[in-house]
Nanobody, 117 residues
């Protein structure tokens, strides 16, 4: 069973930066597609960015040029570097693991990011 634990959220002023981390245990991390999602109050959970086992990345239009997803297969970690944060980025951020075939495997418990204006 794959388990995900996020960390790194917090309160930051607009224009600031945060780095989220997701520690993965169980399974074979190197073959998984890893993603960061976010959910604001009253809104649906949405994809922020994901990264395949080969390192191909994909970003939501709203974060392109500001956020960077990366992974460290040796440490079973995935990261989300968030720069130039905006109040609209305020949400719970969740790490997700999917199989190479796109099958959902696990969600993390989430970490809160709050951006003040």
């Amino acid at each position: 069973q794959v388990q995900l634990v996020e960390s790194g959220g917090g309160l930051v002023q607009a224009g600031g930066s945060l780095r989220l981390s997701c520690a993965v245990s169980g399974g074979i991390f190197s073959i998984y597609t890893m993603g960061w999602y976010r959910q604001a109050p009253g809104k649906q959970r949405e994809l922020v960015a994901d990264i395949t086992s080969s390192g191909t990345t994909n970003y939501a239009d709203s974060v392109k040029g500001r956020f960077t997803i990366s992974r460290d297969n040796a440490k079973n970690m995935v990261y989300l570097q968030m720069n130039s944060l905006k109040p609209g980025d305020t949400a719970g951020y969740y790490c997700r693991c999917s199989s190479v075939w796109g099958t959902h495997l696990s969600w993390g418990q989430g970490t809160q990011v709050t951006v003040s204006s």
